[in-house]
């Protein structure tokens, strides 16, 4: 009685004849490189580089981290009315609430 193999064996095929010695780690014919590949100079990548960064500028990085120019107004604004605020974990859950200082004492009810 004879089994069938189920499984994907390179020694096998599906009905479960024996296939052909699969030489794919040691070929018998070797294959021969003529011309080794250049590298490229380093003084021509940086080159390449700088001019990369004078086509497509980044944004400004400095306080802002990375938002572009600072609105001083609004930032304070935004400061004066979080202030009103406060964040707090859900009663048995997992995400997170933004509660009024008024109502701090219902938080975990």
Avoid: C, F
């Amino acid at each position: 009685m004879g089994m069938m193999n189920m499984g994907g064996s390179l020694r096998y095929d599906m009905s479960g004849r024996k296939r052909k010695n699969y030489k794919k780690n040691n070929p018998t014919t070797k294959r021969v490189t003529t011309h080794k590949p250049m590298k490229p100079q380093p003084n021509t990548i940086m080159e390449a580089h700088k001019e990369h960064m004078k086509k497509y500028p980044s944004m400004p990085m400095g306080s802002a981290a990375g938002k572009g120019q600072v609105n001083v107004s609004w930032d304070k604004e935004k400061k004066e009315i979080s202030q009103g605020y406060t964040v707090a974990p859900a009663y048995n859950k997992g995400a997170y609430q933004v509660i009024g200082k008024s109502n701090i004492k219902d938080i975990g009810k």
